[in-house]
């Protein structure tokens, strides 16, 4: 049966399963729409921008465990896409991404909306391709998902040239897929299993650290059960909320920049660490000497060995599918006689429970101004922690990590790595098309709204009713914050003068806005806008501009060395 | 520490573009970088010299596998090892100069390929090392030009890189 190169890509999306592909349309992808319009089991979705298309696809991929699908144009399409691109690449989010590209033997002319989208993308791509002839489209197709979601996940760009997507072939779709290069491990080795829980059995000050790959990998319950079994303290990092119930009594809470005092102390003082799906980055550890300066022993669970020593010495590397892995040492532990010294253990308990009572996540509310902490603690009140927490990235990321409390994975979407202001409205987006039923916020700021608001329209081109709770500072907090403790109190820039009235612009994309300025209405304008379940509500929080996060640990410094809200 | 390490990687456009881009996108230092297909048409054999601590080393090594079109990596200077490294220098070859570089080129186990009125083109391999000594031992300034490959290593005895 011979079929067109748009045709094969519509067929191999299907093949994949692929429900929903969010994209826009443009001359290089012509062809590939025109096959769009001629089916139903790929929905598509239209976006307003390329980087929310890519975003979108993103927090569908983050809230399930499917790969996220984005399609655009050659040229101005594909360079829109690669803020998108490098946010799930940071981040290891598993998706395919589609792009057109100019006529083969127009390729190099500077034809008119052309790119180098192999090279444009190259260093934030798991892997991509150039496809030249249609005969090859179908395999790199399967070869592009297989990439996207085994291994260490991440995106993956496939560039299909328009006479491409025009040529008719012979069309198979191969069942199966081996890339002699590419052989990711799964399991972890024994032997290195084995010392791990014999370090783990001795441990005086245990400290469990769980990153992203927790999530990815589906591991959150292994690792609850290992946690819990031995009675460790556990950590997340911000990527990891929601790989460890963040109610439970062993869970200390995110660590890192903005993490609780008990997490980042246990965290330094601790004499053997287990990181599991965790890289040990700038923001988690802070600066690298100081916290090579207790001694300890570390056993790192990764995927990707290259994570591995990468910016801390490891003593037990295991390398292989967290899941697995921790699968895997369950069963060696269970068989074990020993078991962790419950003496020594109270000890450590003692000393976290210590720095715990210093409640590092206190704030003083107020009853002038709406605290932005406590919109985020009445919005986990009002969806009982249940809903989908997609974030822009600033203050309100921090707020919205510290005061909702996950409790299941891959209910907390946010940009991580790259730390990208726009992703969460696309995100939600995704994230609400990939679980109609379920409720989704984007906690946001008047900063990064702005940067994707257009999606307001995608969302009622599909009636996609998410809650974007805007904490409305008036300024860009996280860099007023830095300024304020750093660069003299000289606000260089992170004020917003002539911010549009948000609820005006909400109605005027069809949905609901609300303005919420007092203190005592914010309960009651959650739980109303909760109640419209089938409308997008924008609410409008009008918080303190002055308030900071806390705790903080500044760039550059060691864990223990952070700012507390108590200490000013 | 100075490294010699040697990959095999699909021999496919763009390959070579992700070998270079990790290590400018990473801050990895390039000393010499050549790279050409093996008896396999569909593999490229590279070798790269670089210079780093151990952990940037290890870290190299690490994110060299990672890439999708590498298929294999060892690095040479692990063990027993071999490099080679081809230099064509174009030199003013005149007079008594002419006996002089013959002589020179003769020392060195170099030969002359090339012959004009003023001029020799000399062909010679050997370590880096060697090529630069051969550079400083004759008169500077007959040198008019030199190319030289980069280096390209290869195990000792059993130390084979094959798929």
């Given at each position: 049966m011979e079929l067109t190169g748009a045709e094969i890509t519509i067929r191999c999306l299907q093949e994949e399963g692929v429900e929903h592909v969010f994209g826009y349309p443009g001359g290089a992808v012509l062809f590939i729409y025109d096959e769009l319009f001629k089916q139903d089991k790929v929905k598509h979705v239209l976006v307003r921008h390329e980087q929310a298309a890519v975003h979108a696809a993103d927090g569908y991929s983050r809230s399930t465990d499917k790969v996220g699908v984005a399609l655009v144009t050659s040229g101005p399409g594909v360079t829109n896409a690669v803020t998108g691109i490098a946010t799930a690449y940071m981040d290891s989010i598993p998706m395919v991404v589609i792009s057109g590209q100019v006529p083969t033997s127009y390729i190099?002319?500077?034809?008119?909306?052309?790119?180098d989208a192999v090279g444009v993308t190259r260093p934030c791509v798991k892997h991509n391709f150039l496809v030249k002839d249609a005969k090859d489209l179908a395999v790199t197709l399967k070869k592009a998902f297989y990439l996207a979601k085994s291994g260490r996940p991440g995106p993956v760009l496939v560039d299909i040239p328009k006479d491409v997507s025009n040529q008719k072939v012979a069309f198979s779709y191969p069942e199966t897929i081996s890339i002699r290069s590419y052989n990711p491990v799964t399991h972890g080795d024994a032997g290195q299993i084995k010392k791990a829980v014999q370090l783990l059995l001795e441990a005086k000050r245990p400290m469990v650290y769980g990153g992203g790959g927790v999530i990815l990998s589906d591991a959150a319950k292994p690792l609850t059960e290992l946690v819990r079994l031995l009675g460790f303290p556990c950590t997340n990092t911000l990527m990891g909320l929601g790989g460890y119930p963040a109610?439970?009594?062993q869970f200390l809470g995110m660590l890192g920049m903005h993490g609780t005092l008990e997490a980042n102390m246990a965290m330094q003082e601790c004499d053997v660490l287990l990181a599991v799906g965790?890289?040990?980055?700038d923001r988690v550890i802070g600066n690298v000497a100081h916290f090579n300066s207790v001694p300890r022993k570390i056993i790192h669970i990764d995927?990707?060995?290259?994570?591995?020593?990468?910016r801390v010495k490891v003593d037990v590397p295991i390398v292989g599918d967290v899941r697995q892995v921790l699968t895997d040492l369950l069963t060696v532990l269970h068989s074990s006689k020993q078991k962790p010294d419950a003496a020594v253990l109270a000890t450590w308990w003692q000393q976290i429970e210590a720095w715990r009572s210093r409640k590092s996540l206190t704030y003083r509310n107020s009853d002038e101004v709406i605290k932005p902490q406590y919109v985020i603690e009445k919005l986990y009140a009002i969806t009982r922690g249940e809903a989908f927490v997609t974030s822009d990235v600033g203050q309100h990321q921090m707020w919205a990590a510290q005061y909702?409390?996950?409790?299941?994975?891959?209910?907390w979407i946010n940009?991580?790595?790259?730390?990208?202001?726009?992703?969460g409205l696309p995100a939600a987006m995704g994230v609400q098309l990939a679980h109609p039923d379920a409720t989704v916020a984007c906690v946001t700021g008047e900063g990064s709204i702005q940067?994707?608001?257009?999606e307001l329209s995608t969302c009622k081109q599909y009636n996609v009713p998410v809650k974007v709770i805007a904490l409305n500072n008036r300024y860009l907090g996280m860099v007023r914050q830095w300024q304020e403790f750093?660069?003299?109190?000289?606000?260089?820039?992170?004020y917003m003068d002539a911010l549009p009235d948000f609820v005006k612009l909400a109605e005027a994309y069809g949905h609901v806005g609300m303005h919420v300025e007092k203190p005592s209405d914010v309960e009651g304008a959650l739980r109303e806008a909760f109640k419209l379940k089938d409308r997008l509500v924008f609410m409008d929080f009008q918080t303190d501009p002055t308030e900071n996060v806390y705790p903080m640990v500044p760039g550059?410094?060691?864990?223990?060395e952070v700012i507390l809200a108590e200490d000013l | 520490m100075r490294h010699i390490i040697s990959l095999l990687m699909?021999?496919?456009?763009?390959a070579l573009s992700r070998v270079a881009g990790l290590f400018s996108a990473r801050g990895y230092n390039i000393e010499s970088l050549t790279v050409a297909p093996t008896e396999d048409p569909t593999l490229s054999r590279m070798t790269i010299v670089t210079r780093g601590s151990d952990e940037v080393i290890e870290q190299i090594n690490k994110q060299l596998n990672k890439l999708?079109?590498?298929?294999a990596v060892m690095d040479l200077s692990d063990g027993g090892h071999l490099e080679r490294e081809l230099m064509l220098v174009k030199v003013r070859a005149m007079g008594q100069n002419r006996e002089e570089l013959k002589r020179m080129t003769d020392i060195f186990r170099g030969r002359i390929i090339d012959v004009s009125a003023q001029t020799y083109t000399l062909e010679l391999t050997g370590t880096g090392s060697k090529l630069d000594s051969f550079l400083q031992a004759i008169?500077?300034?007959?040198?008019?030009e030199t190319v030289r490959t980069g280096a390209s290593g290869i195990g000792r005895g059993d130390r084979i890189l094959k798929l």
């Open positions: 190099g002319e500077d034809a008119f909306q052309e790119v109610n439970d009594k965790a890289r040990f980055d995927i990707d060995p290259a994570s591995i020593s990468k909702y409390k996950f409790d299941q994975p891959r209910r940009s991580g790595g790259l730390g990208t202001m726009g992703f940067m994707n608001i257009q750093f660069h003299g109190n000289r606000y260089s820039h992170s550059g410094r060691g864990l223990s | 699909e021999n496919e456009a763009g999708v079109d590498v298929v008169d500077h300034d007959l040198i008019l």
